[in-house]
């Protein structure tokens, strides 16, 4: 597995691996599961953040129990069906177009069960970071004033018309408070969130997360 904030470094890596497997007697490997773009300093981290919606999963269980509302029941299937299919992608080898086929549904589908996910992981970190510089309030009201956004968001039977134009308002929410406080010649803010990205290394494993992290 790899991320790296560079589209391009993201490229290459896959073109390496790829390469590689050119060799006869080496089966063709599908990496775009593995190899992810974003900033890895930014982003949740674990599935409580998200549960919780707040990046301190004990103030965001005081705050949700008294005036948000229950994330993790949506948060929670959604995450294990991603796992489920991104565990299936990788079962088998791939021996022929239809096996990449086969892995790219997978991945897409996966991707698909996630996506309003990463909409509202992002609306977490950017309301952290855009209230970063003032009291603990700001972050609650600005969690607060979010959440029937999300509520509605989220909801597994709504209408994909309904639900479409709800995630990419709270999408374009997202950019906004991430891109306050931002220094102008610095690179845009691209939350990597890991616990979505590689669902199956950090949710339901006796020891989440890598067994090793090797960086430049």
Aim: negative net charge.
């Amino acid at each position: 597995h790899g991320v790296d904030r560079n589209p391009m470094a993201a490229e290459m890596a896959k073109l390496s691996l790829w390469l590689v497997t050119l060799a006869k007697d080496r089966p063709f490997s599908f990496v775009d599961h593995a190899l992810r773009v974003g900033d890895s300093l930014l982003g949740i981290t674990s599935l409580a953040q998200l549960e919780y919606l707040h990046l301190d999963p004990v103030k965001g269980a005081a705050l949700n129990g008294s005036t948000l509302f229950d994330p993790a029941a949506v948060v929670t299937p959604l995450v294990h069906e991603a796992v489920r299919k991104r565990r299936e992608l990788e079962s088998f080898l791939v021996l022929d177009v239809s096996d990449a086929e086969t892995k790219r549904r997978l991945f897409e589908e996966a991707r698909s069960e996630l996506g309003r996910l990463m909409v509202v992981g992002n609306i977490v970190v950017g309301a952290t970071l855009s209230t970063a510089t003032e009291s603990n309030d700001a972050l609650e009201r600005r969690l607060i004033s979010v959440a029937p956004e999300i509520r509605a968001a989220l909801e597994p039977d709504r209408a994909a018309n309904d639900q479409t134009p709800r995630i990419e308002d709270l999408r374009l929410k997202a950019d906004y408070w991430l891109d306050e406080g931002r220094p102008s010649m610095a690179p845009d803010r691209q939350c990597l969130h890991w616990v979505l990205e590689f669902p199956e290394i950090f949710v339901d494993r006796d020891r989440p997360g890598f067994d090793a992290v090797v960086g430049n």
